[in-house]
């Protein structure tokens, strides 16, 4: 059962325009997001991350909202550069839930392509 | 430079037999992580460890061993038992469970 979800594959935008990736979560005790970019045989990078006191966290041209009511986080790129292009992760785990999950659940990521 | 090694970048077993993939960071991260990559797959957690000397399963553990003898070191093993062993291996380590920092990765084939 998929607890972190992504169900675009894959996303196309023009360069300079907003790029938008969703996740979809089911674990209601997954309180720490974040947010990996990856290009092929390489290991993901990270990018950016929310915790669920939070609903919203910006740095530099991504920010990453999340509505815990609805269970959805998004990563918002703008402007939108070639070199965005990569396969983007959605990933969440219960640092703050009191125990000690150290684990990290990620989701099955999404393509983005970014045309100049 | 601080960072997470591993070794090597590509591999080939022979069916049957067992090989040991290495990771190490100089990172002082507490945890540890072995998650593999397979295409449509997402990233599929095998170990993790918390703290040296103890390792939990993750998500696939099932063909695979690990062992934390250091708090620098997490080599994973991959097991004649390990039907599938053909991925992308990957390791990472965090301070607690915050972001985690990933190696390069290792791209095993079994011939």
């Known amino acids: 059962d998929q607890q972190v979800k992504q169900n675009s594959p894959s996303l196309s935008v023009q360069e300079g325009r907003i790029s938008i990736l969703n996740c979809d979560y089911t674990?209601?005790?997954?309180?720490?997001f974040l947010w990996y970019k990856k290009y092929p045989a390489e290991g993901p990078t990270f990018l950016i991350s929310i915790s669920s006191i939070k609903d919203k966290n910006e740095d530099g041209r991504f920010t990453v909202f999340l509505n815990k009511s609805a269970k959805h986080l998004s990563l918002h790129i703008v402007p939108s550069q070639p070199g965005d292009s990569a396969v983007y992760f959605c990933a969440a785990s219960g640092e703050n839930s009191g125990g000690s999950n150290y684990k990290l659940t990620f989701g099955k990521g999404t393509l983005l392509t970014v045309n100049p | 430079d601080g960072g997470i090694t591993q070794s090597p970048k590509y591999l080939f077993r022979k069916e049957g037999q067992n090989v040991t993939l290495s990771c190490e960071q100089n990172?002082?991260?507490?945890?540890m992580y072995w998650y593999r990559q397979d295409p449509g797959q997402g990233l599929r957690l095998i170990y993790y460890s918390q703290i040296v000397n103890d390792f939990q399963k993750g998500d696939i553990a099932e063909g695979y061993s690990v062992s934390r003898e250091k708090k620098e070191s997490f080599p994973l093993t991959v097991t004649s038992a390990q039907k599938n062993p053909t991925a992308f291996y990957l390791c990472?380590?965090?301070?607690?469970?915050?972001?985690?920092?990933f190696g390069q990765g290792t791209r095993l084939t079994v011939v």
């Open positions: 674990n209601s005790m997954f309180d720490y």
């Open positions: 990172l002082n991260h507490d945890a």
């Open positions: 990472a380590s965090s301070f607690r469970s915050t972001e985690a920092f």
